[in-house]
């Protein structure tokens, strides 16, 4: 029988709202295993990767987070939001935990001079490839590897989950 994983005692703000926003979200799509939810992220993870995201009280990577909240939607029967409403939600959480400056420094953090730090499928060989990057929390980046000093295209993070949903569900096949 699924359970509610251990809620991190945090002191109140927004990394608190933030893991109270997630282990609710858990709850009403059902407490999946942090095993299940792992054999569906995208890139994939680890279980315990996934358990820390619920348990550590530290920061997330804003991907990490954004596809397990995608995934936790997916699975909740009734919202009174829509999805990308819920998905903007915790990227705003994300973002006011971040600016607060929590004690526990997130895994991206990056100021804007610096711009985003690209990352590559785990699928890529060679060179012809796509990589992506978070723009300081606001949304995500996408180049292409060929030419890394070319100009990247910019999406909001509801588009990119939308893209995200429409891979899995091969619209794009």
């Known amino acids: 029988m699924p359970t509610a994983l251990k809620r991190p005692q945090l ?12 282990h609710a979200l858990h709850g009403l799509a059902g407490w999946p295993s942090t095993r299940e939810l792992a054999a569906k992220s995208t890139p994939r ?6 358990h820390a995201l619920f348990t550590s009280g530290r920061l ?19 919202l009174n939001m829509s999805s990308s409403e819920i ?4 990227v705003e959480t994300w973002q006011a935990a971040a ?3 929590s004690n526990s420094a997130p895994i991206y953090n990056r100021s804007a ?3 985003p730090k690209f990352t590559r499928s785990s699928f890529c060989v060679g ?19 060929k030419d890394p000093s070319s100009p990247s295209i910019i ?12 891979v899995k569900v091969g619209e794009f096949d």
């Open 87 to 90: 998905s903007d939600l915790f």
């Open 99 to 101: 600016d607060a400056g």
């Open 155 to 166: 999406f909001t993070h509801s588009e990119w989950m939308a893209f995200l949903r429409g």
């Open 60 to 78: 997330p990577s804003m991907p990490l987070l954004l596809n397990i909240v995608e995934q936790l939607i997916e699975r909740a029967p009734r």
């Open 11 to 22: 002191p109140e703000g927004p990394l608190d709202r933030l893991f109270s926003e997630l």
């Open 113 to 115: 001079t610096e711009g």
């Open 45 to 50: 993870v680890s279980h315990t990767t996934v």
């Open 127 to 145: 060179t012809q490839c796509v990589e992506v990057g978070i723009v300081d929390g606001s949304g995500i980046a996408i180049r292409d590897s």
